[in-house]
């Protein structure tokens, strides 16, 4: 029922930079903004990334988001062990009138 | 600081209905500032937003439950509650609630999340 489209998997080498893409339409991310969440293993989601590319206080500038057209993507540089993690981006859906979610990535760190 | 706290029975038989509760602290379920929220994850799966409840009653529902569920809120006990009629296995998930900042529509906080499986 994912909305957003994103890879299913990505890693990288300690140090490396990681890329992370969602694609959505112009009802969801043409039209609103995006938001990223960091799930770590057994844990719930966190907030990462707010506003397409606003970090909330305490989230490592290694986390950058930017946006383009109906696309956005997340970007991890000097990655790290603890950013192991499974990723989500969301927005409002103005055809569906309701929050949608992306199909997640699972960051490995190698 | 939102906290948030998800309770409910963990087992529920198919053909019943599922009913969570989510206490928060730290806030006000009338606050004009967050819209309370459900939101589920089966097992090895994506987020799926369920609902949520903002100004004490006005309500927006996910088109794919909207014809089995029911947001409320109770403000004398600062909890908000789910409930999912006519459960099936593919019900089973972990349950979270959330709270969405309202101007820039992000889940800002998130309770633990409870586990619900649905089975006989």
């Known amino acids: 029922q994912s909305v957003l489209t994103q890879p299913p998997s990505a890693s990288g080498t300690p140090g490396q930079r990681v890329t992370i893409s969602c694609s959505g339409s112009?009802?969801?991310?043409?039209?609103?903004?995006v938001n990223w969440y960091q799930q770590l293993p057994g844990t719930a989601p966190k907030l990462l990334m707010y506003s397409n590319n606003q970090r909330p206080s305490g989230v490592p500038d290694r986390f950058s988001g930017s946006t383009s057209g109906t696309s956005a993507s997340l970007a991890i540089s000097g990655l790290q062990s603890e950013d192991e993690a499974d990723y989500y981006c969301?927005?409002?859906?103005?055809?569906?009138?309701?929050?949608?979610f992306g199909t997640g990535t699972k960051v490995t760190v190698l | 600081q939102v906290q948030l706290q998800e309770s409910g029975p963990g087992l529920v038989k198919p053909s019943e209905t599922l009913s969570l509760t989510c206490t928060v602290s730290?806030?006000?379920?009338?606050?004009?500032?967050?819209?309370w929220s459900w939101i589920r994850q089966p097992p090895g799966r994506a987020l799926e937003w369920i609902a949520y409840?903002?100004?004490?009653?006005?309500?927006n529902y996910s088109s794919s439950l909207k014809s089995r569920v029911t947001i409320s809120v109770d403000t004398s006990k600062n909890h908000f509650s789910l409930k999912l009629n006519s459960v099936t296995a593919a019900d089973t998930a972990l349950y979270y609630c959330?709270?969405?900042?309202?101007?820039?529509?992000?889940?800002?906080?998130w309770g633990q999340g409870t586990l619900v499986t649905v089975s006989s």
């Open positions: 959330a709270a969405l900042y309202k101007w820039r529509r992000e889940f800002e906080f």
């Open positions: 112009s009802s969801n991310i043409g039209r609103n903004t």
């Open positions: 969301a927005a409002w859906d103005d055809s569906l009138n309701g929050h949608v």
């Open positions: 409840i903002y100004d004490s009653g006005s309500i």
């Open positions: 730290g806030d006000f379920v009338n606050s004009p500032t967050y819209y």
